[in-house]
């Protein structure tokens, strides 16, 4: 193993801890909590989809949060990011809501309905926007 296998096996291994939560990573620094190494080929791979009363509802994939991620930028009003997240089942489940959440670092507590985590993903993010757009168009000469 050379020295750019190391730094790459460090890279990975720090963007897996800048991953974690506040919780998951004061787990890990407390003992007890570990990084585990699954190989994706395994037939040990979980399920991409959890069952509810309606049916199934698919885990969101990195690709389905990027895309996500640019509806919410190009939102102009809090109003279109919310039909965003009530018109699609994918978003009633909350695993997939804490991905999109995790994905623009926003905090979440375990204790948070789904209502609180889609309000908190558009107040930082299209509510974020606005409001700074609205403070850079502010005419402070009142003329």
Known sequence: M???NIIDI??????????????QY???LSGKAKLKFVALDTPNITLRQKTTRKGPIPILTENDIKKVIDVLNVCKTREEAYMLFRENSIYQLKDNLLAVAQSFDIHVTKSDKNDDIVN??????????????AILNLNLKGG
């Open 120 to 133: 908190k993903i558009i107040d930082n993010t299209v509510g974020t926007r606005l409001n700074s757009e």
């Open 10 to 23: 460090l890279q990975l291994i720090l963007t897996t801890i800048r991953g974690l939560n506040d919780e």
């Open 2 to 4: 050379n020295r750019e």
């Open 26 to 28: 004061h787990m890990l």
